[in-house]
């Protein structure tokens, strides 16, 4: 097997009918369903998908919801009313910061950054990331908290585990009370639940256990992120959500995706993703995409260690089985 520049070019027609069918089918599966519910980021999975559902089941049978909260980027909230008005389906803006200071989520949160930067405030704002010379260094994923305070100005300061895993429990508060939102108002409409987590992010664990990975089905999963861009042109998603910077959106100070996680631009991560995948050898992949051997092979470790690490959150819970009918003590 080998890779070029067309093994990521899709038939956009193609695949575009192949979820409308698999949405449909879903639809009209056990239990029956009277339509699609979608969480509109204002990023292009969930505009691809919403297109997609309307194409599949009818605009008037897609509920959008557009879930803010007090820390997320104003701009997600414009471009996904862009898509809602593109559509025309019906929507609901839910407000989550109630939800998520309910479990004291920011207050928490926001006492440990004041440990580690005592001059935090709330005139700050703050993101976390990941070293970004992965092709040049081996190295750890170990994340960097930046605090800015307002004025551009900045401080950062590795995190040690125990201050990662706390605030990233905060920005998984905020992702599952998006769900929470999703099935609270799919429930009312008897709507399935559609998860917009591409293949990109799915192998790599980029997505949250019972948050945007709590769906009733997931239709672009099989989708690189290169891919997803290929059908938001086919599609005619607005501009404007096409050219956005992909972001988690769970932070105050915006991150990018690239930054937060994946320490790769797309361009070169889906390629590469793609070979890792299908055991393309670090020669060959070196050879295809014009990188060196090293850089190929210190990738794949870096992919390996993310898929190996994320790897309980695309199954389901472990259980304790037994088979009854021959049970003895």
């Not at 820390?71 to 559509?87: C, F, G, M, R, V």
């Not at 990331?129 to 551009?152: M, W």
């Not at 009370?177 to 998860?195: E, F, S």
């Not at 769970?250 to 361009?267: A, G, I, K």
């Amino acid at each position: 097997m080998t890779f070029n520049k067309e093994t990521l070019k899709i038939d956009a027609e193609y695949e575009a009918r192949q979820v409308e069918e698999f949405l449909l089918g879903a639809v009209r599966g056990i239990p029956k369903r009277d339509g699609i519910m979608v969480g509109i980021s204002g990023g292009i999975d969930s505009a691809v998908v919403a297109a997609l559902s309307v194409r599949a089941v009818g605009k008037e049978r897609v509920l959008g919801l557009v879930l803010p909260e007090k820390e997320s980027n104003p701009i997600s909230a414009q471009y996904a009313q862009l898509i809602i008005d593109q559509l025309g389906i019906d929507h609901r803006t839910v407000e989550l910061s109630d939800a998520v200071a309910s479990y004291q989520a920011y207050d928490i949160r926001d006492k440990l950054i004041k440990e580690i930067f005592p001059e935090y405030d709330k005139n700050y704002i703050f993101n976390i990331y990941l070293p970004q010379n992965l092709l040049e260094a081996d190295s750890y994923n170990f994340y960097t908290l930046r605090i800015d305070d307002g004025k551009g100005n900045q401080k950062e300061k590795r995190l040690t585990k125990k201050q990662f895993l706390s605030i990233t429990a905060t920005a998984n508060v905020k992702i599952r009370a998006r769900m929470i939102a999703l099935y609270y108002w799919g429930d009312q409409n008897n709507y399935l639940v559609a998860g917009t987590t591409n293949k990109t992010e799915f192998l790599l664990g980029d997505y949250c256990k019972f948050g945007d990975g709590g769906t009733d089905v997931e239709c672009v999963s099989h989708l690189y992120k290169n891919q997803i861009y290929q059908l938001g042109e086919y599609l005619n998603i607005p501009q404007e959500i096409m050219d956005r910077t992909p972001s988690p959106d769970t932070f105050s100070l915006p991150v990018s995706d690239q930054d937060f996680y994946f320490r790769l631009p797309f361009n070169l991560l889906d390629p590469l993703l793609y070979c890792w995948e299908y055991k393309i050898s670090p020669a060959e992949t070196a050879k295809s995409i014009d990188l060196k051997e090293d850089q190929v092979k210190r990738v794949f470790r870096d992919f390996k260690s993310k898929f190996n690490s994320t790897e309980h959150i695309r199954r389901p819970p472990t259980a304790l089985e037994r088979d009854w009918s021959s049970f003895k003590k």
